[in-house]
């Protein structure tokens, strides 16, 4: 019988990171040359404190007004971003994104991050799985 795929099996591994004393145009960049939407936030010392999106982003800018460079990461980053063991079952991680109404999961391996996963991977997972399970069939309206 399958089992519920774990975390690691899913998420983007060595995701791109940003410094918490980057500027916001610095990490709206690294988002731009990467296609990413989500930025693994860590401090000086290499520690992940929390998550960046470009939601975030745009959200500080339209309330405070200005330019990237006029702001640090350290304003728009979310520091209570969900945290999850790689070995996470898959299920219990969206049921988390569901209830929590958010859009990504850093994982992590002995507490160190070793990946990322976000709605848009769910979904592209989900396609997948729909073309895995009605091979060949277009959609029926």
Same mark, same amino acid.
């Given at each position: 019988? #399958?089992?519920? #795929?774990?975390?690691?099996? &899913?998420?983007? #591994?060595?995701?791109?990171? &940003? @410094?918490?004393?980057?500027? !916001?145009? @610095?990490? +709206?960049?690294?988002? @731009?040359?990467?296609?990413? /939407? ?8 290499? @520690?992940?404190? %929390?998550?960046?999106?470009? /939601?975030?982003? +745009? $959200?500080?800018?339209? =309330?405070?007004? %200005?330019?990237?460079? /006029?702001?640090?990461?350290? +304003? =728009?980053?979310? $520091? ?8 996470? #079952? ?6 988390? !994104? ?8 850093? *994982?992590?391996?002995? %507490? ?9 991977? *769910?979904?592209? !997972?989900?396609?997948?799985?729909? $073309?895995? +399970?009605?091979?060949?069939?277009? *959609?029926?309206?």
């Amino acid at each position: 019988m #399958p089992t519920i #795929p774990v975390l690691k099996n &899913v998420m983007t #591994p060595f995701p791109h990171t &940003v @410094e918490l004393d980057a500027s !916001l145009a @610095e990490a +709206q960049a690294l988002m @731009e040359e990467h296609a990413v /939407r989500h930025l693994p936030v860590k401090d000086g010392h290499g @520690e992940l404190v %929390g998550i960046l999106s470009e /939601r975030d982003v +745009q $959200r500080l800018l339209a =309330a405070r007004g %200005g330019s990237g460079e /006029r702001w640090s990461v350290r +304003q =728009a980053t979310v $520091r209570r971003a969900y945290v999850a063991d790689r070995n996470t #079952p898959l299920d219990r991680v969206l049921d988390h !994104l569901v209830e929590e109404r958010i859009s990504s999961v850093l *994982a992590t391996k002995d %507490g160190r991050l070793a990946g990322i996963f976000t709605t848009v991977d *769910a979904c592209r !997972l989900l396609a997948d799985l729909l $073309r895995s +399970q009605f091979p060949g069939g277009d *959609a029926v309206a």
